[in-house]
């Protein structure tokens, strides 16, 4: 066993960052972020970022660790991860990784094995053409068909996670959804605990609308400008993120900004729905639905209880 790791997850805008800072500062914690926007420099309003003067003091990990012009990948997270953990634990303090990307959760508790396939990478840029000449609908269709478990999770506008998935059927002949269900199925090597927040549907929905208008006031559409002016260009991979593509292409003139913040607000609705999808189908999660408890207080005294008593 590598030794005991807290997990607090859920939903965009549930309240995670909150509470695992106040479970830091009670458990001798340190924070490893697992978000996919959160490891990119200069991303910072778009991507939640917490900024340093609000950490308390608590170290955080795997936060501005690469530009965005760079490509990042779950594998390299997961390795980056593991050795983070294990140098908190190194230091007699206790791992919290923190947010909402189900998939790089996954990839370091059960130690997922990534099947290296031999290609030279022709299927992936032939798709991703099909994809950019206005075939993403075309190419949601044939993953319904080749692997319909993959497409009720992968939504259609998700470009990298589309074609990811028709590729490693494409290169292995099994659906990646049979391959993810396997890997599931693997044995953490860490004694843990595995809290996924939740609410009320409409609430998560409230907060997040709430969110992404205080990040249109707090200046995301200079932030897109920078990262533009920068040489990110909106193929990269950072880009992807909601509220970056979305910004992006208002600035290239394709919407409104009014149009723009729509879109974020409902793709971020979509986005929180196929969260809790993913952290349904995980074994070993412990759910906290808000709706079950009299205050905020009372969800962080158990998590602390039991951390105590079991880690």
């Known amino acids: 066993m590598n030794g005991p790791l807290l997990i607090i997850t859920g939903p965009t805008a549930i309240g995670k960052t909150a509470l695992s800072l106040f479970l830091a500062h009670n458990l001798s914690g340190e924070i490893v972020s697992a978000d996919s926007m959160q490891v990119y420099r200069h991303m910072d309003i778009g991507s939640a970022k917490i900024a340093a003067d609000k950490m308390q003091g608590i170290p955080h990990h795997l936060i501005d660790i690469i530009e965005p012009t760079e490509d990042f990948h779950v594998k390299e997270f997961s390795s980056r991860a593991k050795q983070a953990i294990a140098e908190i634990a190194a230091r007699g303090n206790l791992p919290v990784m923190v947010g909402g990307t189900g998939f790089y959760i996954q990839a370091v508790l059960y130690d997922i094995a990534f099947t290296e396939e031999n290609d030279n990478g022709s299927y992936r840029k032939e798709l ?55 890997e599931r199925n693997r044995t953490s090597a860490y004694r843990f605990l595995y809290y996924v927040l939740t609410d009320d549907r409409e609430k998560i929905y409230a907060r997040i609308d709430r969110r992404v208008d205080e990040m249109i006031e707090e200046g995301l559409v200079d932030e897109v400008k920078r990262l533009k002016e920068m040489g990110v ?26 149009d723009a913040v729509y879109r974020i607000k409902r793709d971020t609705r979509h986005f929180a729905k196929r969260q809790l999808t993913w952290f349904r189908r995980e074994k070993d999660v412990i759910w906290l639905d808000r709706r079950e408890y009299p205050s905020e207080e009372a969800i962080r005294e158990r998590i602390e209880r039991e951390v105590r008593e079991k880690l």
């Open 128 to 182: 991703e053409q099909q994809y950019d000449d206005g075939g993403a609908e075309d190419l949601f269709r044939k993953l319904q068909t080749v692997d319909y478990a993959s497409a009720q999770i992968i939504h259609p506008k998700n470009k990298k996670r589309l074609i990811r998935a028709l590729e490693y059927y494409y290169l292995t002949g099994e659906a990646i959804s049979v391959h993810n269900k396997r």
């Open 233 to 258: 260009t909106r193929d990269m991979t950072s880009m992807q993120g909601l509220g970056y593509k979305e910004i992006y292409a208002c600035l290239d003139g394709e919407c409104s900004l009014e």
